[in-house]
């Protein structure tokens, strides 16, 4: 166990339809850090927040949106699903706003399937 | 923009037999860092590199951060299939990661 938890673990669900992914960061880290890993890709970085607040955007689709919440968990909406949004969507915290000694602690991930 | 290129994308070797994935930026990294994601798993931390030319060992890896701090190299000394996984390098620029997309390693035993 990383101490990163999302949840759900597997979500299937239809084109157009929208859905939520939650990120409970590990404790005393305050980035949440959200990459998207299709089939035998590399991680595409998608947004960060640090502590409450968005302070870096990569490859994020119009259509997903994120936030970050007091309690510093987060959660990545992706809305009007397409079939090829169908990847693993990852969550990472750290301690800091940088790259940090220790670097990035993920979670086992989600795995979204648009049918 | 700025890209971490990393070769070769698959490796696979005989048990025993050493590995060694490549990494290399357009800019220069304020840092360098190595996740290893094993098959269904989530990448983890391996190690991160900062000065110019710095090598470290972890057992029977080694790593490396070119004096330019352009690129950067993972060696595995006599592979085992528990070194079976995707070994991504992950430049540090700006305060942000950019992940390679990783060599995929297969140990045959």
């Known amino acids: 166990d990383s101490g990163v938890t999302q949840t759900p673990k597997h979500l299937i669900t239809a084109t157009g339809q929208r859905v939520t992914l939650r990120c409970s960061p590990r404790?005393?880290?305050?980035?949440v850090y959200w990459y998207q890993q299709s089939l035998d890709q590399g991680l595409q970085f998608l947004i960060q927040?640090?502590?409450?607040?968005e302070r870096a955007k990569g490859n994020i689709l119009e259509r997903f949106s994120a936030q970050q919440f007091p309690d510093l968990h987060s959660e990545l909406n992706l809305s009007s699903l397409e079939l090829g949004d169908s990847a693993l969507y990852f969550c990472?915290?750290?301690?800091?706003w940088g790259t940090g000694v220790y670097g990035y602690t993920f979670g086992s991930g989600t795995r979204l399937t648009v049918v | 923009g700025q890209q971490v290129m990393q070769i070769p994308q698959y490796q696979h070797v005989q048990e025993g037999e050493d590995f060694t994935t490549y990494c290399n930026s357009s800019?220069?990294?304020?840092?360098i860092q190595w996740y290893k994601q094993r098959p269904g798993g989530h990448p983890v931390f391996l190690i991160q590199?900062?000065?110019?030319?710095e090598v470290k060992k972890q057992k029977r890896l080694t790593f490396q951060f070119g004096e330019a701090k352009k690129n950067s190299s993972l060696h595995i000394t006599a592979t085992q299939t528990t070194d079976v996984g995707t070994y991504f390098c992950?430049?540090?620029?700006?305060?942000?990661?950019?992940f390679g997309k990783g060599t995929k390693l297969s140990v045959k035993p």
């Open positions: 990472a915290s750290s301690v800091g």
């Open positions: 800019t220069t990294l304020s840092n």
């Open positions: 590199l900062v000065k110019s030319g």
């Open positions: 992950v430049g540090g620029s700006q305060g942000n990661l950019i």
């Open positions: 404790s005393g880290d305050l980035s």
């Open positions: 927040y640090y502590n409450g607040e």
